[in-house]
């Protein structure tokens, strides 16, 4: 194996996606709040393991981080892909909106950095690569908040690669555009609720926001994580990688 990958929100989504794109090569540990998504997605790996743990409790993720390591060495690479969405006009963005997002998409990104970086910067090695967002590049109407947490957490990884740069250790952000995932899913969900729209009128609007007309597939953003963390991208560093159609150039 080719080192130990830890990948929150790993059982659903961008996460399970870069689970199965790294999984046949790396020992990986798949967190998230729900075991038996994780557990499904552990099953299909050669060696993988879950551990139930929410971002947002610190106690919870530092446990888990704990007996991964315990059950895999030390972590070589950590993709944080759990994420939350939300949206309403800024007029109604209740701060209580805002704090909930936040919690998951930078506190919990930071949270779980925080865990593993020590080790990586004692052996000189390591890999961590956030899934961010095109709302970390761009705004959305109707996503204030979220694109506040997308451009955050981007920032954080930008300012980590400026720290980490001469040890050996590199940070980088994925920044999918809308892609075929249960959170966009949840985003048609509440295109039909709110307009009327058909799902397909509501699909198709989201994919409209690409030059490409369609959505991303989990598998493009996966293999973008697979070049980041591989030994082609070891003088990337502190980049947002757009994997979106061409709608953010």
């Not at 985003?187 to 926001?209: C, H, N, P």
Request: proline share 4%; hydrophobic share 50%.
């Amino acid at each position: 194996m080719d080192g130990h990958v830890l990948i929150t929100g790993g059982g659903t989504g961008l996460g399970r996606a870069v689970a199965a794109t790294l999984g046949p090569t790396y020992c990986t540990s798949l967190l998230g709040r729900r075991l038996g998504p994780l557990e499904a997605a552990a099953g299909d790996l050669p060696s993988a393991a879950a551990f139930a743990a929410d971002v947002t409790d610190a106690t919870a993720l530092a446990a888990a981080v704990k007996a991964a390591e315990a059950r895999f060495g030390p972590v070589t690479v950590l993709v944080a892909a759990a994420g939350a969405s939300d949206t309403a006009p800024i007029v109604k963005t209740e701060p209580e909106l805002l704090a909930r997002l936040f919690e998951v998409n930078v506190a919990g990104v930071l949270a779980a950095i925080r865990l593993v970086l020590p080790g990586m910067l004692e052996r000189r090695f390591g890999r961590i690569v956030a899934i961010a967002s095109t709302a970390a590049l761009k705004g959305y109407a109707y996503a204030g908040a979220y694109a506040a947490t997308k451009h955050a957490v981007l920032g954080l990884i930008r300012s980590l690669a400026l720290e980490t740069a001469k040890t050996g250790v590199t940070a980088n952000a994925v920044c999918p555009g809308f892609a075929d995932t249960e959170m966009t899913a949840t985003s048609v969900a509440r295109i039909m609720a709110k307009t009327g729209r058909s799902e397909a009128d509501a699909r198709a609007a989201l994919a409209a926001t690409s030059p490409m007309g369609r959505l991303v597939a989990p598998e493009e953003v996966a293999d973008a994580v697979r070049w980041l963390v591989g030994p082609g991208a070891a003088a990337v560093t502190g980049q947002a990688i757009v994997v979106a159609g061409g709608e953010v150039m």
